[in-house]
């Protein structure tokens, strides 16, 4: 499947091959506005004629009207692209065809083969390889998507600094080590004369240095991610991922401007080291501020849904170029303008922006990772390389070796400050998984032809990459399996060991209150305070209220309140039919059997969730092929979910009302998978009511947050119906849906069969499509309006208002709620 | 104070450093909070703790305030309360913080281990009959969510149901309809904790500076 398709694009690609050229005579100022979309984005560009491009096929001399025309000229560049871009995805289908290949050889070196395949034919026929790599080109179009589809891709979701101290340390310190180090053993390797390499000065093997060291461990996280190592380890080499590139391109920069002068003098190293501040605070500054500006727009994009992701493209991209356009570190200004808009933006927009805004990241990153793979297997192939065994081969020694030495030296510096210090297992670990990749190679095709040594450098900068990727990309999952590196335990765990996981953080944070050392809290704590009171103001539309999220949350929640009332309609009928209700009591007390999984994972739902005030948190990463990356989003749906409990008040699902009723540990609806467990009901010891749990109480967050596109379908699956005794004949079923559609009261009298105490006002009212402006809808909107104080909102007093009243959401955007609630309710009713 | 205090104080932290673990600058450091907690006194009420403020969103801030009043965490074997401790014994709770050292052996580790459950063990076990019933698990998680404020009680008992449901179905495999799973005892807490790995997650940063002064310099 992939050679099918890879050659069948190849030849096309072969055929037309001019594309970087062209890419290059493009005025770069011209598309500042263009989402950061590499190749994609060639296509929405004016057509540009291509200055020397070879024409495949030029246009017949025909003076009559021509029945057949074809101007390639014309859709060169961006068929070009398209072509190319497809070749890229086509290899990844095939390599994900076979897991077992994916699963020992990591994705980039498939690529890269391909590209070398692909390289040698274009070779073979002497074709121009495309010139993707120039450096505007890499950097404006490819690089950006990579970096923000690492950090959204790979990104852990644990954000506690506790892990990401020794980030910062390690991907500044450790490149710069790397670099000088490097830098500086070349250059004394350069003077042993049997390598003939004497004419490089100290100042190229600096530069040379600096790009060598970059390191760019996409591999060996997707390795990690795979076999789940610690997440410590993780977290490290991811943040080197982020953060090197930056450091790599500071230096280069200065580097780059060093190689050209003649002498250096001291006060030039003083202004490189200022540079490299300057550099790096800078880009970050910028991308706060871009961020901030970003969600500050998103306050009013309600009337505008589907602009949403634009403007979010837009600001990250924007903040890239300015910061490109003052030299200082884009790669920064994206990430951290990532990092600001997710932390406000995700409340302004909608659901469906966020999806989307997550798909397109995600398909830009792969896409572009893809590609620059992909191109540097080709590249390999159609340079010309200046071959010299010692150099190449001290390059890649000293490499390992400092890498190795730099690992060491700042884990023992850093280590007395952790808790959970590295051991050796991590540390050689951690020095063995530095592959270098992307960075190091655009970087050295970007060198300016003034550097004597130009090609001896691009070949030994493939060198190192070809030797790392793959040799120590294929050997690190073995590698880590025979030494045995300590892993996070993803395995789900039991609700006592959730419940003991919490109740640990907790006493911690309350000791460390107590013994009065704060450490890494008491800044964070300050800060947030000081983000709830000022910052979020600005940005954050006012009226909580009316945010999509909200509405959409109170949408899936009215679903879900639905599925459960059905679910327990059906063992309502069954309880009270077959045994009666004293009976059951008389059995509790004896907790008799396990729990289905589904209700595992709820129970870690609803745990998870409620322990959100928790001031830290290890969980595991999220995973690559996962989309989309929820965890923000959930918490975010989290605040709202307490905002609307509060807001709601009693009437609400998570009111009083399903403390009294029936309620069964139930299978989310679909759920057959665990259908093998035989439906249980839940009895325990004598306690007046029967204690419950109902699936409106943690809807259950999976498939609610993961599948959003889904969930509106969720009520239409069949529903399982949790009745332990025996099956309840459809008919009754539909009965009582009848009952309930019929109205209110009908329906709680159904409720109030089983529940002697429960009142009316507490269960949830009828159905809102029914006519959300009728009188007690409307007075129960007002009050929520009045009533929602956000999360840090006092408790309402409560209030007999009636549960499923309609939002103020619903004026707004009634037309797109409705459809999506219709036709379940029609399928529901018989 | 005198240099002869001092010397006293520094033998006395001497003592207690060998018997707790901690280095001098910790003990130094706790010590300092002690006081400032006790408002200088030799003692520690409850109502010290109670007032302070970081503590007041803690949900579990009883059981916590609790635990430095329990006679079992300190290192006796005896049950029951006590009304003040003094530094010694705040020492001792403590020190059921620590991080575990660098290099320990399996033993020393199960022994850490069991100490710091022993310690959650005590946290839920309120009457001190050395199991944990029903009530008081469901008491524990109630407490434990009382603050997210978003779920109620009786979700609260659910989770505590299944979980005591959990243990029952772990430790005693298949149980006859009509037996009554009485609570859970400490080995049967040790044995549904087995994959929790409490002795590197139940620790306190202890730190040798001295944090409250670096907060008012900052």
């Known amino acids: 499947m992939r050679t099918m398709g890879g050659f069948s694009q190849m030849k096309l690609a072969v055929n037309f091959l001019t594309i970087g050229l062209v890419i290059l005579s493009l005025p770069c100022g011209s598309y500042t506005e263009i989402p950061p979309k590499p190749p994609g984005s060639l296509t929405v560009l004016p057509p540009v004629k291509p200055a020397g491009g070879p024409q495949a096929f030029p246009d017949a001399e025909n003076s009559n009207l021509p029945a057949f025309t074809m101007d390639y000229a014309r859709i060169q560049v961006p068929f070009e692209v398209t072509l190319w871009v497809l070749l890229a995805s086509f290899a990844k289908i095939g390599f994900h065809v076979y897991h077992k290949i994916t699963f020992w050889v990591p994705e980039s070196c498939l690529l890269i083969s391909i590209g070398l395949i692909v390289g040698a034919i274009m070779h073979s026929v002497h074709e121009e390889p495309p010139a993707v790599l120039s450096y505007n080109v890499f950097f404006l179009f490819m690089l950006p998507p990579h970096r923000t589809g690492v950090w959204i891709l790979y990104a852990p979701r644990d954000r506690s600094s506790r892990t990401w101290e020794p980030v910062l340390w390690f991907a500044v310190v450790g490149t710069l080590w790397n670099s000088i180090g490097i830098g500086m053993s070349l250059y004394a390797v350069c003077q042993i004369e049997a390598f003939e390499v004497q004419d490089i000065n100290l100042q190229e093997n600096m530069l040379f240095a600096a790009i060598i060291s970059a390191v760019d461990p996409v591999a060996v996280l997707s390795v990690f991610e795979d076999v789940s190592v610690n997440e410590q380890l993780y977290i490290v080499v991811f943040g080197e991922c982020l953060f090197n590139d930056a450091v790599t391109v500071v230096l280069y920069n200065m580097f780059i401007f060093v190689a050209d002068m003649p002498v250096v003098e001291p006060v030039d190293v003083f202004l490189g080291v200022a540079r490299f501040f300057v550099v790096g605070l800078g880009g970050m500054g910028f991308g706060v501020i871009f961020g901030f500006v970003a969600s500050f727009t998103t306050r009013f994009t309600s009337n505008v849904r589907e602009i949403e992701p634009l403007f979010i493209f837009m600001y990250s991209y924007l903040a890239y170029l300015v910061a490109e356009l003052f030299s200082i570190s884009s790669i920064m200004a994206i990430v951290t303008c990532a990092l600001t808009m997710k932390y406000y933006v995700e409340e302004n927009v909608s659901q469906r922006s966020c999806t989307t805004i997550r798909h397109v990241v995600k398909m830009l990153g792969t896409i572009s990772e893809t590609l620059i793979f992909f191109f540097l297997g080709v590249v390999t192939i159609t340079t010309e390389h200046e071959w010299n065994w010692g150099y190449i081969m001290f390059t890649l020694l000293l490499a390992l070796v400092w890498r190795g030495l730099g690992v060491l030296v700042l884990t023992q510096i850093i280590n007395p400050f952790r808790t959970i210090p590295f051991n050796f297992k991590d540390q050689f670990i951690l020095g063995y998984g530095g592959l270098r990749g992307a960075i190091s190679f655009a970087l050295v095709f970007t060198l300016p032809d003034s550097i004597g040594r130009k090609k001896l450098f691009v070949t030994t900068t493939i060198c190192m990459i070809m030797f790392t990727v793959f040799i120590q990309g294929i050997s690190i999952r073995p590698l880590i399996e025979f030494i045995n590196v300590r892993r996070t335990n993803r395995n789900l765990e039991t609700i006592n060991v959730e419940i003991h996981s919490r109740l640990i953080e907790h006493t911690i944070a309350g000791v460390e209150d107590l013994c009065g050392q704060w450490s890494h809290y008491y800044w964070k704590d300050k800060f947030l305070k000081f983000n709830n009171r000022i910052l979020r103001k600005i940005p954050i539309r006012d009226n909580r209220a009316e945010s999509s999220i909200v509405a959409l949350y109170k949408k899936l929640e009215l679903q879900n309140a639905m599925g459960i009332l059905d679910t327990v309609s059906g063992d309502i009928n069954a309880g009270s039919s077959i045994v009666p209700l004293h009976e059951e009591k008389k059995s509790s007390g004896k907790p008799k059997r396990k729990f289905v999984a589904a209700d595992l994972m709820n129970m870690h739902d609803i745990l998870s969730k409620n322990m959100y005030k928790i001031r830290q948190r290890t969980t595991a990463y999220t995973t690559k092929h996962s989309l989309p990356n929820d965890s923000r989003t959930k918490e975010i749906l989290i605040r709202r979910h307490t905002s609307i409990r509060r807001s709601l008040g009693p009437g609400s699902f998570n009111g009083p009302n399903e403390a009294k009723s029936q309620k069964y540990f139930s299978l989310p609806p679909g759920k057959s998978l665990d259908s093998k467990f035989p439906p249980q009901r839940l009895r325990h010891t004598g306690n007046d009511d029967d204690e419950t749990m109902s699936e409106m109480d943690y809807p259950s967050a999976r498939s609610r947050f993961n599948q959003p596109s889904r969930s509106s379908s969720r009520a239409m699956l069949p529903l399982r119906r949790l009745n332990t005794l025996t099956e309840v004949p459809s008919s009754s079923v539909v009965d009582l849906v009848d009952e309930r559609s019929g109205g209110r009261g009908a329906w709680g009298r159904g409720m109030s069969r089983l529940n002697s105490s429960s009142s009316d006002s507490r269960i949830p009212a009828p159905r809102r499509h029914h006519d959300p402006s009728n009188g007690p809808d409307n007075g129960s909107s007002g009050d929520h309006g009045s009533g929602d104080n956000g999360p840090e909102g006092e408790q309402q007093p409560l209030s007999p208002t009636p549960a499923w009243a309609a939002e103020p959401g619903d004026r707004d955007d009634s037309g797109t709620q409705k459809p999506l609630l219709r036709p379940q309710w029609k399928t529901r009713k018989p | 104070m005198g240099a002869s205090q001092s010397a006293r104080t520094e033998h006395e932290f001497q003592d207690l450093a060998d018997r707790t673990g901690f280095s001098l600058e910790q003990i130094g450091n706790l010590n300092k909070r002690f006081r400032q907690l006790s408002k200088n006194e030799e003692t520690l009420s409850r109502q010290d703790l109670a007032s302070i403020s970081a503590l007041d969103n803690n949900p579990l801030r009883a059981q916590i305030i609790n635990a430095f009043f329990d006679k079992r965490n ?53 009457d001190s009959d050395g199991t944990i019933t029903l009530e008081e698990y469901r008491r524990a ?65 202890f730190l040798n500076m001295d944090t409250a002064t670096m907060r008012c310099g900052k």
Request: hydrophobic content about 40%; charged content about 30%; glycine content about 6%.
């Open chain 2, 141 to 205: 998680v109630e407490e434990l969510l009382s603050k997210a404020g978003t779920i109620g009680q009786e979700t609260a008992k659910a989770i505590a149901d299944a979980a005591m449901l959990e243990v029952a179905s772990t430790t005693r495999g298949k149980m006859e309809p009509d037996e009554f799973y009485e609570g859970i005892t400490f080995e049967n807490f040790l044995q549904i904790l087995k994959t929790f790995d409490i002795e590197t997650r139940m620790h306190v940063r």
């Open chain 2, 74 to 126: 300190l290192r006796q074997n005896e049950a029951g309360t006590v009304q003040v401790i003094g530094f010694e014994e705040f020492l001792m709770v403590m020190s059921h913080f620590r991080p575990a050292a660098m290099h320990i052996t399996e033993e020393e580790r199960e022994k850490l281990r069991r100490e710091k459950l022993r310690f959650v063990f005590n946290m839920h076990d309120t």
